[in-house]
T-cell receptor, first 111, second 114 residues
Framework: QKEVEQNSGPLSVPEGAIASLNCTYS??????FFWYRQYSGKSPELIMS????GDKEDGRFTAQLNKASQYVSLLIRDSQPSDSATYLC???????????FGKGTRLSVIA | DTEVTQTPKHLVMGMTNKKSLKCEQH?????MYWYKQKAKKPPELMFV???????INESVPSRFSPECPNSSLLNLHLHALQPEDSALYLC?????????????FGNGTRLTVT
């Protein structure tokens, strides 16, 4: 059973702080890792993808991957109230199986 | 704005009705998906089409019937649904093959079964 684990939250951070969202996965064969943002009542939106160990930065977002520890994280710098949403971690392994989603972490940025 | 278009945005149907959800993408993607999402839960995979052929059916009840008329279109036919089928239905697409294939979701159809 391929599993992706996330803390459901809510994670509350003050405006301007760094929000750190974490995800662990069970399948060592996993190759691709994605973060989706989902506002309440809306569909998931892809915000980051990462495929190799290390950090990947895109604007205020940084994804971090450590395959040895089977751990992927998302950092949001200078958090804004508009970042308040549920963040879904999704993992793809090397086979033809579809994405496996975590249950999501609800982030609340307090103004 | 999403490049995967779903219609309708909202649908209310009775348990004896027959309705269809529609999805269209023009990104040249060869894999298309239907997901069901209940409140405060992650998306739950229902069906996957790869090159217009059904490749995955996650033991979905037969009252849900998918159809892929061509590589750009995906339908979900609904018949004799139950109130517990009320949910957000998401269509997604991805490039087929390779590991760098994230899903791109449509805006979803909010379905209410009365």
């Amino acid at each position: 059973q391929k599993e992706v684990e996330q803390n459901s939250g809510p994670l509350s951070v003050p405006e301007g702080a760094i929000a750190s969202l974490n995800c662990t996965y069970s399948d060592r064969g996993s190759q691709s890792f994605f973060w989706y943002r989902q506002y309440s009542g809306k569909s998931p939106e892809l915000i980051m993808s990462i495929y190799s160990n290390g950090d990947k930065e895109d604007g205020r977002f940084t994804a971090q991957l450590n395959k040895a520890s089977q751990y992927v994280s998302l950092l949001i710098r200078d958090s804004q109230p508009s970042d308040s949403a549920t963040y879904l971690c999704a993992v793809l392994n090397s086979g033809n199986t579809p994405l496996v989603f975590g249950k999501g972490t609800r982030l609340s940025v307090i103004a | 704005d999403t490049e995967v278009t779903q219609t309708p945005k909202h649908l209310v149907m009775g348990m004896t009705n027959k309705k269809s959800l529609k999805c269209e993408q023009h990104m040249g993607h060869r894999a298309m998906y239907w997901y069901k999402q209940k409140a405060k839960k992650p998306p739950e995979l229902m069906f996957v089409y790869s090159y217009e052929k059904l490749s995955i059916n996650e033991s979905v009840p037969s009252r849900f019937s998918p159809e892929c008329p061509n590589s750009s279109l995906l339908n979900l036919h609904l018949h004799a649904l139950q109130p517990e089928d009320s949910a957000l239905y998401l269509c997604a697409s991805s490039q087929e093959g390779g590991m760098n294939s994230p899903l791109h979701f449509g805006n979803g159809t909010r379905l209410t079964v009365t």
